[in-house]
């Protein structure tokens, strides 16, 4: 996991800060101090990145942003990251000005997807994890971008760790966060992924149960060729990795 790195900046006070004078009685006599701020008392205050306009690295190859970064003056940028792939974010009314600018430079995934409480975005979760997965495994690097890179594409990315690394939703909010902390997924995005927490740790026991339960009983069984089957099937499933990650 990444940490969070901040600067601090030095901030001089208000000029009328500093003029001003305050009384104050002494504990100790009753007597009166004057205490004035002047030029040389500094604040510090810890400052954070204005990450609102800018793609961030959530995962090793796994950018959020918004679409001012995905626009046609920051292909410099674009291509400074090493971007491959982008997962443009939308809806019918945005199509007009929210849209691929180089389709034939990167491979895009478009979704239509309204930034509403009552949209059904977890159908959009699979196919999104299906496109980054194939995009890392050819060792691509992929931006996810909506309008303003705070709801619709940061559900989606907080879905995909939710799955890829088997992490609760509270776990993946925090960690996508840290690293672009103006996210804020609408109420009704928040109860589905909730939802999905539930959804996907259910399959993954499943499969994870099947493959305990089916391996070791093909074996003590000793029927001939059950250790093959075995292992044609492992060679097929990788086979079907690799198709989707060349297909995207």
Known sequence: MWSLKTNCTVCSANPAARKHRYRARSRAGGGRMVSRMDEDNKLQFPSLPDTKEDLLEILPGLFLGPYSSAMKSKLPILERHGITHIVCVRQDIEA????????????????????????????????????????????????????AGISRSAALVIAYLMETFGMKYREAFSHVQERRFCINPNVG?????????AIYLAKLTIKRMSVQLDRPFSLQAGMPGSRKRSLEEDEDFGGMQVTAAQNG
């Not at 007009?96 to 959009?124: G, Q, S």
Request: net charge negative; hydrophobic share 45%; charged share 20%.
């Open 96 to 147: 007009n000005f929210i849209k691929p600018n180089f389709p034939h430079m990167f491979r895009y995934l478009v979704l239509d997807i309204a930034d509403n409480p009552v949209e059904n975005i977890i159908r959009f979760f699979p196919m999104t994890k299906e496109f980054i997965d194939g995009c890392l495994a050819t060792e691509g690097k992929v931006l996810v971008h909506g309008n």
């Open 189 to 197: 995005f928040v109860h589905q992924l909730q939802e999905y927490e």
